[in-house]
């Protein structure tokens, strides 16, 4: 009978324990739901994957700026570079101590005008290499038919190169018509110096020359019809600065040097002069290439020559070497004398080559270095001696108007 109600007790408790744990795990639930939605962030990813998953792909939109850049002008219509004639420039051991590099800023000034070396008129105008033709010109396949009436506005800019800036001074802007005269040639409409030039034309074929010292370019436009226009010309140039000492790097008379650029070699060894009777210290301005300079110390025999590499878009400073010096040759009736005046000089080599003649009571020359013989004649009568010249060492060389016993 204990037993009885023993097991009927286990059973009442386990089916009112089941209720309760239950209950339990349900209040449980409850608590933890409303936690979350109080104090825990929601996983936003998951909802988002779930509710966008098998959707459409939504809408794109093209994002515009708010103010818009104005239309750039037309190119000018240009053919193959052509010379109206264009400017024609024009023919002795060097060392180069120092050849320095710099940016030749489009501000940089040559110590004289190089465009006063330029031919007065186009007819006689020879660009002395061809250049690459600007990034932003339309070269024309086939020529188009001019509308006549209204204004062709062009602006014109010139660049050392691809990716420099504009340059603002020593441009010389000739601009041609196409049309030749009855005497053959092309009529220029227009010629100033500066930078930039903006010029209102008629519609029609024009060559336009664009100068930078000794570089320059030439190029035919086509201008159709009225409009705006603009034609970018890439020189591809740079700076020469040239300067020359003595050995062992002693001063010498910037007053007495010259420089001649040449063109480089041929084949055949010909060689055309670019720029002559260039200053010491004088920028000279060139298409980027190779030059042969000549460096003359006075007007006798001191000279050295070599080549240099102009790159565009750099000044390039090349100094040379003379192994030379001035001697002042002096006709005294005794030595520390007074010169005698109205002297007629001969310097001979060693061998009798003459190497120079002068007139005068003391005369300089500047001579190579090595070993001469001056010769004075004072009326009839004959005087001479030896002397040797010293690279860098300036003397007096006295003769003594005695006769030989």
């Known amino acids: 009978m204990a037993a009885m109600v023993g097991l009927q007790i286990q059973s009442a408790y386990q089916k009112l324990i089941i209720p309760i744990i239950c209950l339990c795990i349900i209040l449980g639930s409850a608590v933890s739901s409303t936690a979350q939605s109080n104090n825990a962030p929601m996983n936003l990813g998951n909802i988002l994957q779930k509710k966008t998953r098998g959707a ?40 180069a101590i120092g050849t320095e590099t710099d940016t030749l800023a489009d501000s940089a000034t040559a110590s004289i005008d190089q465009n006063s070396n330029l031919s007065e008129t186009a007819s006689e105008q020879t660009p002395p290499s061809t250049q690459q033709a600007a990034p932003t010109q339309t070269v024309a396949t086939k020529t188009p038919q001019i509308q006549p009436g209204g204004i062709a506005r062009i602006q014109l800019a010139a660049f050392l190169t691809q990716t420099g800036q504009p340059l603002q001074r020593g441009m010389n802007w000739r601009i041609f018509e196409e049309k030749k005269d009855d005497k053959g040639r092309m009529p220029m409409i227009h010629n100033s110096d500066g930078g930039a030039l903006e010029l209102d034309l008629k519609p029609g074929r024009y060559i336009v020359y664009a100068g930078y010292g000794y570089a320059n370019l030439t190029k035919r436009i086509i201008l159709p019809k009225a409009g705006d226009y603009s034609e970018s010309f890439i020189l591809q140039a ?4 040239l300067a020359a000492v003595a050995a062992g790097d002693i001063r010498l008379d910037g007053s007495l040097l010259r420089f001649n650029i040449y063109t480089k070699p041929n084949a055949d060894g010909s060689q055309q002069l670019i720029a002559p009777n260039i200053q010491s210290n004088q920028v000279v301005k060139l298409t980027e290439g190779t ?54 000089w001969t310097v001979l080599t060693p061998g009798g080559d003459l190497v120079k003649r002068a007139i005068g009571a003391f005369p300089t020359l500047a001579l190579a270095a090595g070993d001469y013989t001056a010769i004075a004649k004072q009326g009839e009568e004959i005087y001479n001696r030896d002397f040797a010249v010293d690279a860098g060492l300036n003397r007096d060389i006295e003769v003594l108007a005695i006769k030989a016993q």
């Open 56 to 95: 459409p792909p939504p809408r794109s939109y093209l994002k515009l700026p708010k103010e818009l850049a104005p239309p750039k002008p037309k190119a000018a219509r240009t053919t193959d570079s052509a010379s109206p004639d264009a400017p024609n420039q024009s023919s002795d051991n060097q060392q």
């Open 238 to 241: 740079g700076g020469l600065r």
């Open 291 to 344: 030059y042969h300079i000549v460096s003359s110390y006075g007007d006798a025999n001191a000279k050295v020559r070599g080549d240099v590499e102009v790159q565009a878009g750099d000044l390039v400073t090349v100094t040379m070497i003379h192994n030379a010096a001035k001697v002042t040759l002096r006709l005294v009736s005794e030595p520390g004398g007074e010169a005698l005046a109205n002297t007629v």
